[in-house]
Structures are given as C-alpha cells and as structure tokens.
C-alpha cells in the first residue's frame, strides 16, 4: 500500500486513474484573489472536472479550482484566458474580470514575497518518532474559508418566517435567511426534545447526577476525566476566533434554543413533563455554544474513540494468553468484504474484486506478539484474574462513553446506487444508523428551506443539541454516515516518579497536569438544589492525554498502578482546535460530490465513513478524519496494546482528512458501507503486514455482503432500481451465518434421524431446517431453531476452554467473535488456530469435530426450546415469541416502552443483535432482548426538484411524555414501512396538520 505524505491525497478521476498532485501555492492564491475581488466570480465558476485535476480544493480550501468541463459549461477566468474564447468581443466582462483578478493578484504576490522574506518557519512535521505534534500543526496548510455563508449570527429572526408540521410532527422551517433557519431548527428541536437536550448536555459535560441521583455518579466521573466540558469551552473560543461564519450559525441555532425556553418560562409553550419529575421549579439554563461543541464533541468520540475495547483486548490477553487471545480475536472479518474499490493500475494495493473477495489471501509470516503477554507472564492465576477483573470493569465504564454495553452490536449500513442502475437515471443513497433504541429517539428529523435557492431544502436527522445535519440530502448532494472503527486511539503505560506528580518521556520527568473536578450530587430522595458533592482530582499526561485509572474504584485503581498499567489515552479529537462543525456546515452547501469531498477535509475529530451521491448521478465514499501515523514498528508494539509512554511510540504526525481512502465514482456504479474493512488489509488476518494501518477490529462483513448480493443480484438479471426497491434492503433479514454454517449440519441427516438417534425433536428440527428459506422472519420456527442452535454451537465449543468470568463478559461480542472463528476454523482459514478448538482438551481418548459439536448442539437447542414451549407444536415456535425489542427511557424506566416482537437477528442487514451468554456464563435464557437497531432509517433519490426520500424513526419525533409524536412511528419501523417526506411547498401544506408563522424581530434580546 503507498503511503501518502502530508502534501499528497488520492482523488479517483471519472475515468478510474489516480492523480497526486499539489499545486503551487501561487495558483492556489490566484483564484483566492479572484474570488474575493473578481466582481462575485465564486465557487460555483468553477467546473467539477477540475477539482478532480488539482489538489487546491483540499490542500488550500474548497473551491479554488483551477478549470472547467465535465458537467459545467462555463469555464474558469483561467481556462478562459488561454483559449480563443478570450478574443472574442461578446465577453468584455468576463476579459475585465480576469485582468482585475490579474492585477490584484500582481499587487498581491508582491506583499506575499516579503512576507515568505520575513518568515521561514518551518511547519513541516518531521517522522522522527519524537515530535510530539497537535492536530491543528498538522492541518496548518490546509486552514482556508470554505463555501459557509456568512450571514452573521440570528439572535432575533431577520425576516418574517414559518414552520410546517406535516403528519408525524416533522417540521419543514421556510426562511429568507440560512442562520433564521437556524435559528428556528434550535427552537422547533428545544420544542420538542427540550428535556432530551438538557441530557445529552449533562450527559457530555458530565452533570447528571445533580438532577437525576447517584447513580449517574461513575459516568459523570468518566465525562469529567476525559475533560469534554474543558474541552468545550476551548473549541468554542478557537471556533469563534478561526470560522466566525460557523460561530454565527451555531449562535444562531442557540437563540433559537433560548427563544423557546423564554417562550416556555413565560408559559407560552407547553412544559414537559419530564422537567416536573426533577423539579416543579426546575427549567434548563439557556443554552450556549459550548453546548454545541460539547454534543458536537461526546457524538463523534462515541464512534471514533475505543478505548474499550482495546481495554478488552488487554483483559483477554491477561486472562487467556497470547495464543488464545490471538486465535479468538482474529482480525480477519467473517466474510470478505471491503469499502473501498480498486482503480485500473492499483491492483497492487488491493486485489480487483467488485465489491467483496472471491477468496482469502493467506497469512503470509504472520507474527503479531505482545509486550503485555510478556509483562504479565509472572502473574498468578489468582493476580490474573483480579487484574483481568479490574481491566473489564474499565473497559465497561468505557464503554458507556459511546452509550452503549460492553459487546454492543452497535453499527450502521449505507450504501448508494449511480445513475446507472436506477430506473430513474438519478443516483439514490440509503443510511440508517445502529444505537440502542430508546425513548426518546437519539435523532430527530428536520427540513429546512432558505429562500428557495434550492426548492428541495434541506432534509436529514440531527441530534437534538447539535445544529447540523449527520444524514440526509439537499436537492444537490446527499450523505449517509457509520461508524468507521479507525485505530485513532492509543492507550500509553506511564512511568510515574516517585511522588507520583511527574511521568518520564524521552529520559526527563514531565509533570502531570492536575485539576479539580467537583461534581453536584442529588441526594436519593432529596432535592437538586441542594445537592452533596463530590470533589476528585483528574491527572492528564500533557503529550498523551488523561489518565483512565481514576475511572475505577480505588481498589481496582491501585491493581492497575501496582502492576504498571497507568493508562492514559490519546485521541485526536482531544484537540481544541478541531473543525468538525465546520465540515457538516460546508456540507449542506455542496453542490455535487467533489465540493461535498472537499468540505469532509474539515472533519478532524475522528474519521467516520461517509457515503455520497449527486443530482449528476455520481456517487462516491469516503473515510474522513484525522490519521495519526505511527512511526515505530507496528509488529513488536501492536497499537491496539498499550504502549510504552516513554516516548519510543509516538506520532510522528496526523495526516489530514484529505489524505483518507476514497472510492469516487465507483467504476461498478454502487457502494456499500457496513462498518466492515476499509480495505483488504485485514483478509489475512494480519492487520499491520501493509504499508499503512487503519483499524484491526471492524465488522463481520455481514450485512456489506448481503447488501452487496442484493445489488449485483439485480445486476445479473438486469433490474434497475426504484426507491422503495432500494429501501426494501434495510428490511433484509437474511441469515449470512445460516448461509456458511448451516449445510454443516444438514449434511449429517443419517446421524440425526437415523434409527440410533434417538431425539425425535432434533430430528424434526431437521426437517424444519432443511426447508427453511435462511430468514429471520418472525414467524417463523426455522428462524428460532437456526439462532438457539447457533447459540448452543458457538458457547459449547467456547465453553471447553474458556472460563464462566470471560464467557460472561463476552456475551455481547458471541456472535461477532464466536461465530466467525467457529467458521474460519472449520473452513482451514489462515492463520491457523493454536490449538484444535472443536477438540474438549478435558476428554483424552477423543477428538470431537465440528460436526459432533453440530449435532449436539441441536439436541441442546431443541431441549431448551422444548422446555420454554412445552408441548406446542413446533410450527408455532416463531421467532417472535422469543426475540424482543426493549425499548428503554433515557431517565426513568416507568416510562419504558414495549417489548415488541422482532424480525431480523444478529449481523443481518436488519440489524438486532443480542448477548448469547447470561452474566455467569451460561446460555442466553429466553427472550431474547435486543435494545439496539436501526434508530432511524431514509433513502433518497436525488434529482433536483423531483427530489423523494423515504424516511421512518424508531419512535417518534416529539421526546416528551405523552406528546402527539412520541411513538407514532414505531408500529411503522417495526414493520418495515416508511414515511414519504413532503418537500416541495405543495405537498407540505397538504400534509400541514399545524403552521406557526414567525414575525421579524422574534427572539431577538
């Protein structure tokens, strides 16, 4: 793979071919003279074709291009001038503007001269391993204004507005103005999602536990450790002093927020009810900007900061071993699937296969060791297994970080058809997003349209607290996100002194940075406002980061000090002077799939895939996000171990986003993204044998395979897609486990009905089986026999070798672990396990094969279902009488809502997954809970004003007790049915079930 220096990106042109170039500065400046003084001659002069032809509209800024073509007919200032077009007499204008951009830029070049004669700094960064270098040093040259409109901020609405609420209470906001319209979005979400605003906000400043009690206590203590409230406050200031454009808009979202709460406090808006439940006297503060950042911040570290699991890994290694931890977290993913396709010329980098590999590549010298096998070697099995303890009970206080229990299944699919394969000719993108379902909705919708400029508006969901958009679509440009599970994190083993206030690095003692936190308490039973505190001290390693310790009891913090786990974590995002805000703000303005690439060169607080599609019809995918480069050899320090913090494992620098793996306009006319492997690196199972390491955990490949299937299925019979074709993917519930471990069991019908078998319900559970279609439908009783055997399988197999402590722990991950070693080590996939895991080590004159476990693993099903349904027939034992979807209140479980029964199942599209193992290591007891799934859903089809998108949440969009909205949605996502989004101003009003019409002046102080 090459490596790519910080100067050099990867653009895919039409044609497939690669192009590295960096322009010269010179140009670069050219066209910024031009577009501040050239008459209004601006982004949208210059042509698509040549974005994909420079590196200027990453390196520099987006929108300072240098040529036209392509789609766009009219051509730059500079294309222009080298062309006939420039003698001809009927463009004097055009000839005026080019040589006032030209004398400008004359003048101009001059002053930058003496400048560059007054100031050599060197900001290159070095890969000497030493240099302890901030993300923002490492974006220095690319820190230019992008397409954000600068309106100043509203505080009080410019012109006359209104808001829509169409049948299922989404809002369509009409403005002149694109801050007014923020503005509005910050009072319609405070509306109808106040209380769950004020939690998200107490939840990423770590302050719950002043209104809801101590038991919020731990994970305010996590918040606070980590400093996101710190955090906040300096990236506000840094945001308001470098992108005063993006500041504006986020002021304005934030009067918007306290215009309804005066509104609210005054009793013109109806109170919540939640808020009672606190406090009768009891309203949110007004809302700020560090609110903004704070969500912002605790949105994009829950998808990009794993310090968790590579936690986990620690505990594993501690409690299993090397070789086992190694055979069991294997890093190949089940199916080969992977997100970014090759170009002509680069089958080097990656085999040509459209879209997931015909075979696995095998392990070549695959050495991975690990340096905390070896530290921990001397250990006792009684040492091991309380620091193993220790280490899970860190990794689940992590985990609630991202908001979600260890072993979540958590994830997200999106994926994009072109032009091409589409009934309609235009291109069409679909996203939802993985989460725990809860109540209120982690996501709220809202459309918003400025002046008619683009009669479509804007349409996507937001988290309520966060004014930008995180999937959706304009009438020109639409985006869907997943989580990436980028390898940004790196945990360090400090050396402490003596007196414990100092760490080494690079042989000197560096001191620790202290503060104090205090954190309000609400007494059990007492009143908020009188609160208990709780005062700690939080110590961060300057160069790395916080120390994570501190997050454990002080029994099992001592455990780690005393055998040298002082563990401080690292991430980009830590960084104050990161511009995420400002890339989903450039965002919504894109006009086609380049300037929407551009604008993710902003999104540096740790990568997330982006799926894209365009009104043009091209589609395209990209990883954007900060890239540490690791510089010291990956082999002996595996980064997903902590490493040694003295100072031989640091970045050397952090690539920008414009240095991320793109896949823009697929020759094969589709992308698929399934949170899987971003590349091949991880098909032999060795993630750090390339020149360039991205991640080592990612998805089974699952639901990409699936997807994928999907669309070249249609493909081989020459289908073309329609919208709810293309959605109808997200309702698949087809069984990719099923499909490579079910014919095992299905070859061996003598054995298990044969006059010897004796178990006349697994023999009938054959015939069942044999039958059955490999969906996870609910009623379905091949679906329920399928998952309790695969249940059974996967544990009996572990069980052999594994402790009841770590079978617990790994409950949630079962499946996603289990599962795919159980078919890779049947299937002879390289690398070869240590020992022979289908052989019980407790059983000596026997060596059990996979096909016994199969066998046994049937009857065990059959005998738990058979006790859980007693003597009904087996055609009534349906999937749904087993499998549930718990849908849990944020706050106060009275307001819990369901359980429903529930399709789908573990790593199919319709993802909801499940522990496979009770707390002390026994099999899943019935039902089957699932608290996660697709928590919002939409597909769109993008074609200018004949824009459609289809669009369902997991609940509703109001988030209070009781409210119009609160759940009417479920019964629709429950069943796979979705909601056609009015967007022209027509079939909004026939869909109005209220208005609200908004004068001047309102809300301004």
Known sequence: MVHKSQNQHRVRSQSGQFINESPPPTSVFFHYVCEKYGDGLGREDFGPDARKKTESYREYGAGFVLGSGGKSNRPSLFSYFFTDSFTKPQDPAMKNQFFKCLAVFGISSVLVIACQATDNTDTTQHGDGNTIVDIADALTNTEQDIAVIDEGPSLGLKSPAKITFDTYGVPHIHTKHRTDALFLQGWVTAKQRIFQMDYMRRQAMGTRAEVYGP???????????????????????????????????????????????????????????????????????????????????????????????????????????????????????????????????????????????????????????????????????????????????????????????????????????????????????????????????????????????????????????????????????????????????????????????????????????????????????????????????????????????????????????????????????????????????ALTLAQDLDQARAALNYFDDGPMNWTLADSQGDIGYTNAGPWPVRPWDLLTSPPWEPLEGTGLHEWSHIDPPSMALDDLRPEKGYHVDANGAMTTQNMDGNPLNDDRYFQHFADLGTRAWQITDRIETAAANSVLFDLPTLQNIQADTFSVFAHELLPILLAQESMICGSAAGNGDACEAFGYLKTWDYRLARGSAGATLFNIWLNHLVHRILAQRLSPLVLGVVGGFLFDIGARDVVAWHKNRAPAPAVNWFDNPKTVDVVETFEDHARLALTEATDQLRQHFGDTNMSEWHWERLHELAIHHIVYPDQNVGPYPLDGGPATVHVSGYSGTESDGSVKKFPLVSTEGAVFRFCVKLADKETENLHVLAGGQEGHSGSQHETDQLALWLNHLVISTPLSQESIEAAATNLRVFDAGYGAP
């Open 215 to 585: 038991s919020w206590l731990e994970d305010d203590k996590t918040k606070r450790i980590l400093g996101l409230a710190t955090l906040a406050k300096e990236t506000t200031i840094w945001t308001a002093k470098h992108h005063p454009a993006v500041f504006a808009e986020i002021q304005s979202y934030v009067a918007g927020v306290n215009a309804w709460l005066m509104d609210a406090r005054s009793g013109k808006e109806s109170r919540p009810a939640e808020l009672d439940r606190i406090g009768t006297d009891y309203w949110p503060t007004d809302w700020t900007p560090e609110d903004v950042i704070a969500v912002s911040k605790l949105i994009i570290l829950a998808s990009s900061f794993h310090a968790d699991q590579e936690v986990l890994g620690v505990a594993a290694t501690v409690l299993l071993g090397e070789e086992t931890f190694r055979d069991l977290f294997r890093f190949q993913p089940m199916m080969p699937t992977y997100a970014t396709e090759p170009g002509p010329g680069d089958e080097s980098r990656f085999p040509h296969l459209p879209g997931k590999a015909d075979s696995w590549t095998p392990a070549s010298g695959f050495s991975i060791h690990s340096p905390i096998a070896a530290r921990f070697a001397h250990l006792s099995e009684t040492q091991r297994l309380g620091l193993g303890t220790a280490l899970i009970e860190l990794a689940k206080r992590l985990a609630t970080l991202r908001g979600v229990g260890l072993g979540s299944a958590s994830g997200s699919n999106s994926y994009a058809v072109a032009s091409e394969r589409t009934k309609s000719g235009h291109a069409m993108l679909c996203n939802e997003f993985h989460q725990p379902v809860e109540a209120p909705n982690r996501f709220h919708a809202v459309h918003m349209v400025v002046d008619d400029s683009d009669p479509v508006g804007l349409f996507g969901y937001t988290v309520p607290g966060l004014p930008y958009v995180l999937g959706g679509h304009t009438g020109k440009i639409a985006f869907g996100i997943t989580a990436a599970f980028a390898d940004v994190t790196d945990l360090y083993a400090e050396v402490k002194n003596d007196t414990g206030d100092a760490v080494l690095f690079h042989d000197e003692w560096v001191p620790i940075v202290r503060r104090v936190e205090k954190i309000a308490v609400r007494p059990d039973g007492g009143d908020w406002k009188t609160p208990d505190i709780e005062e700690f001290t939080v110590d961060v390693v300057p160069h790395h980061g916080p120390i994570i310790n501190g997050l454990l009891p002080p029994d099992m913090a001592l455990l780690l000090n005393a055998t040298g786990l002082v563990l401080s974590a690292r991430w980009p995002g830590f960084s104050a002077e990161t511009r995420s805000p400002v890339a989903l703000s």
